[in-house]
C-alpha cells in the first residue's frame, strides 16, 4: 500500500485551531466520501502547535491528480476546502494556493 506524509500550518489563533479541531472530530459526511472514493485507506492527521502532518495509505488506484480531478469537480468539497482555508496557511516553500504540501521520506527503519 503506497503512503504519503505531507504537511500544512494552521494560522496562529488558539481559538481557530480549537474550531479547526471540532471540525476534524466529525468531517462532513461528503469530505469522508470523497476521501475513500479517491482510493485513500487510510488518513491520520497530527498536530503540534500549528504544524498539521498527515499520513495517507492508499490503494493503487489513488494519484493525486485524480483526487484533484475529482475534488474539483465536488462542490461539497469546494466548500469543504475554502471553509478550511480559513485556518490553513502555506508552509514556506509551497506553491501559490497550494495547501498540504507533499514530504519527502529521508529515513525508515
Given at each position: 500500500?503506497?503512503?504519503?506524509c505531507?504537511?500544512?500550518?494552521l ?17 462532513w ?12 485507506t487510510g ?20 494519484s ?16 469543504w476546502?475554502n ?5 490553513q ?12 504540501v ?8
Amino acid at each position: 500500500m503506497p503512503k504519503y506524509c505531507l504537511t500544512l500550518d494552521l494560522k496562529d489563533d488558539p481559538a481557530l485551531i480549537a474550531e479547526y479541531e471540532r471540525y476534524h472530530e466529525s468531517i462532513w459526511p461528503e469530505i469522508r466520501t470523497s476521501i475513500i472514493d479517491s482510493g485513500i485507506t487510510g488518513m491520520e492527521i497530527y498536530r503540534f502547535d500549528t504544524r498539521l502532518f498527515m499520513i495517507m495509505e492508499t490503494d493503487d488506484s489513488f494519484s493525486f491528480e485524480r483526487k484533484g480531478a475529482m475534488d474539483a469537480s465536488n462542490p461539497k468539497v469546494q466548500e469543504w476546502e475554502n471553509l478550511m482555508w480559513n485556518y490553513q496557511q502555506p508552509v514556506k516553500g509551497a506553491m501559490k494556493g497550494e495547501k498540504w504540501v507533499l514530504m519527502k521520506k529521508i529515513f525508515e527503519l
